[in-house]
């Protein structure tokens, strides 16, 4: 348990942030998986338009530290790579 106030402060601190890390994290995942439902149906302009929105998603969870960059390189790679293979 925490006894000096700083302490105090950043696990109130630690909760918060949790919580928007959390939701941001939980946000990018419905991207993606709009993404991955337009490539398993086969429709390449959806699934176009859902990376080309996923894209930005991911980048903001890279630069918000919520993500990796390689992590988010990786995903945006290779939803790239599905979706040309539906030509």
Do not use: C
């Amino acid at each position: 348990m925490a006894n000096t106030p700083q302490a105090k402060k950043r696990i109130r601190r630690n909760d918060r942030r949790a919580e928007i890390n959390g939701a941001r994290v939980s946000r990018i995942r419905t991207f993606i998986k709009k993404v991955e439902s337009a490539l398993e149906s086969g429709d390449k302009a959806a699934a176009a338009a859902a990376l080309s929105a996923a894209q930005p998603e991911l980048a903001r969870g890279v630069a918000k530290g919520v993500l990796h960059k390689n992590t988010a390189s990786r995903k945006f790679s290779r939803l790239t790579k599905r979706l040309q293979a539906l030509a």
